[in-house]
Structure formats: C-alpha cells, structure tokens
C-alpha cells in the first residue's frame, strides 16, 4: 500500500513477482523493466491491484506494465511491450484507463484479457492488431460501458476479436482507425478455410455508437470474416468510412446469420461500394 516503484529491473516483472494472492492498493510504477512483465506478475487470479498509476513501463515480450491478475480503477500511461502495452493475460479490468500506450506487435493496451468494464483507451496502437485490446481465442471477450478515442492498428482499430462469444455493449468507438480493415472491430476465426458450426460462437454488439471511425480497406468500423452469428441491436454508426474496397460502416463476409436491430446508419461511405453493410 502507497508504495513507489521506479527504474526496477529483472527477466520477469520488475517490480512485483506473485505467486500467492496479492493485493496492490495506491502504488506508483514508473520506468520499471522486464522481458515479461515490465512491472508487476500476479500468478493468482484473485490478485488485483487497485488505485495505482503506471507509467513508462517496458516488457519486450509481453505486458507492459502487468501480467495476469485484475486491476480496478488504475491508470496506465505510456508503457510498451512486444504484446500488450500496458497489461497481458488478465481476467476483470474495471474503471481503468488507458492512455498512449503501444505494442509492437498486437494488443496497443490489452492482450488476452478478458474483461473490460467501465473503462477508457485513448491514443493507443499495436502494429499488428488490436490497437486498444487484442482478445485471443482462449477467453470470452466482454466490452462493457467502454470509451475508445483515438487507437489504431493494422487490423481493428480498436478490438480484434479470435475467441469464443464476444459481447460488446453500451460503448462509444471515436476516431479510431485501421491501416488495413476494421476501423473499430476486426474479426477471423481461428479455424482456417471452414465456417464455425451453427450456434458454436456468437458476437453481439449493443447499444453502442460508432463515429468517424475508418479503415483503409474494408470495414470503415467492423470487419468479420467467417462469423457464424452476428448481431446488433440500437447501434448508430455515423460518418465512418474506408478509403478503398468496401463496407463504409459494417464489412461481413462468408457470415452465417446477421440480425440486425434499430440501427441507424448516417453519413457513411466508401470509395468503392457498399456505403454502409457490405453482406
């Protein structure tokens, strides 16, 4: 508790190393450095660190500040790592923001996390994919109350999803973009050349606003590729575009089911065609 920690070093975590349960409460991690973990590694997954600040934290395999466990209502500014900016592998993130951070490869400032509730991502990016949060296919991903402002990648923008249900909710998507496709959210399977089974994975996506989000290719805000269930239901997608191909809002190829709900689409385009959904 109330503990600073600056300019610490080793292989893994370069702060904080725990193994058993651990709570971090009002603590400062600043130019802390690690292979994995730049700051803290919390192998329990009761751990949680609460009211604390990162900051210039490094991992250069993977999360930036931390590593596993939960955070609530910390703020992580301006940590890098080769996967997951700011954090990696954590399971309930709440009331956290995410300010300027970057990864080399994918997850600019969450990778394979699962949860993300009430929470704030501006100024992001990952070269690869997922310019704010980059979910893989072993955890259910959960996007709740979220504002994302400002993140960017090669591929989803803000979100690229690979796993099991995805549930994305009552969040607003501003200026953010991709340098391929997925302006906002980009989505393939892990199963390559086959569609994934009726009922075997589903993506819902609600009462969210989606604004001058683009991508250079398709899906000025979403691009799915080879979902099986889609839905949206009371979504407003105004002024997204991309600059070439197709789909200025929503871009859903090789999709089994698409039900879409009170929608509303203003202000969209493409260069090419298909100004809002391309199908």
Same mark, same amino acid.
């Not at 900051?55 to 080769?82: D, R």
């Not at 994302?148 to 099991?164: C, H, K, P, R, V």
């Not at 050349?193 to 989606?210: A, L, P, T």
């Given at each position: 508790?109330?503990?600073?920690?600056? !300019?610490?070093?080793?292989?893994?975590?370069?702060?904080?190393?725990?193994?058993?349960?651990?709570?971090?409460?009002?603590?400062?991690?600043?130019?802390?450095?690690?292979?994995?973990?730049?700051? *803290?590694?919390?192998?329990?997954?009761?751990? %949680?660190?609460?009211?604390? %600040?990162?900051?210039?934290?490094?991992?250069?395999?993977?999360?930036?500040?931390?590593?596993?466990?939960?955070?609530?209502?910390?703020?992580?500014?301006?940590?890098?790592?080769?996967?997951?900016?700011?954090?990696?592998?954590?399971?309930?993130?709440?009331?956290?923001?995410?300010?300027?951070? %970057?990864?080399?490869?994918?997850?600019?400032?969450?990778?394979?996390?699962?949860?993300?509730?009430?929470?704030?991502?501006?100024?992001?990016?990952?070269?690869?994919?997922?310019?704010?949060?980059?979910?893989?296919?072993?955890?259910?991903?959960?996007?709740?109350?979220?504002?994302?402002?400002?993140?960017?990648?090669? !591929?989803?923008? +803000?979100?690229?999803?690979?796993?099991?249900?995805?549930?994305? !909710?009552?969040?607003?998507?501003?200026?953010?973009? +991709?340098?391929?496709?997925?302006? *906002?959210?980009?989505?393939?399977?892990?199963?390559?050349?086959? *569609?994934?089974?009726?009922?075997?994975?589903?993506?819902?996506?609600?009462?969210?606003?989606?604004?001058?989000?683009?991508?250079?290719?398709?899906?000025?805000?979403?691009?799915?590729?080879?979902?099986?269930?889609?839905?949206?239901?009371?979504?407003?997608? %105004?002024?997204?575009?991309?600059?070439?191909?197709?789909?200025?809002?929503?871009?859903?190829?090789?999709?089994?089911?698409?039900?879409?709900?009170?929608?509303?689409?203003?202000?969209?385009?493409?260069?090419?065609?298909?100004?809002?959904?391309?199908?």
């Amino acid at each position: 508790d109330n503990c600073n920690f600056i !300019n610490n070093k080793a292989f893994w975590a370069g702060a904080i190393y725990a193994d058993a349960e651990c709570l971090i409460t009002n603590c400062h991690f600043e130019n802390n450095f690690a292979t994995i973990g730049g700051a *803290v590694v919390l192998n329990d997954k009761k751990s %949680t660190v609460y009211d604390s %600040t990162f900051k210039f934290n490094t991992a250069v395999v993977s999360g930036g500040s931390l590593v596993c466990g939960n955070a609530n209502n910390c703020t992580f500014i301006s940590n890098y790592a080769g996967d997951g900016g700011a954090m990696s592998g954590c399971d309930l993130i709440y009331k956290c923001k995410f300010i300027n951070n %970057t990864a080399e490869g994918s997850g600019g400032a969450m990778f394979s996390s699962s949860t993300a509730i009430d929470c704030t991502f501006i100024d992001n990016h990952a070269q690869l994919t997922g310019g704010a949060i980059r979910f893989t296919s072993s955890k259910e991903a959960n996007v709740v109350d979220c504002y994302f402002e400002n993140n960017y990648a090669q !591929n989803g923008g +803000a979100l690229y999803l690979s796993g099991n249900q995805s549930i994305i !909710n009552n969040s607003k998507f501003l200026n953010n973009y +991709a340098t391929d496709s997925g302006g *906002v959210i980009y989505h393939k399977t892990t199963k390559l050349n086959e *569609v994934y089974k009726e009922g075997e994975k589903n993506i819902i996506v609600s009462n969210c606003d989606f604004e001058n989000n683009h991508a250079a290719n398709y899906g000025g805000v979403i691009e799915f590729f080879q979902s099986c269930d889609l839905e949206f239901n009371d979504c407003n997608f %105004t002024n997204c575009y991309c600059e070439n191909n197709s789909g200025g809002a929503i871009s859903a190829k090789k999709v089994s089911n698409v039900n879409m709900n009170g929608c509303s689409f203003d202000s969209c385009y493409s260069n090419e065609f298909s100004g809002a959904i391309h199908f």
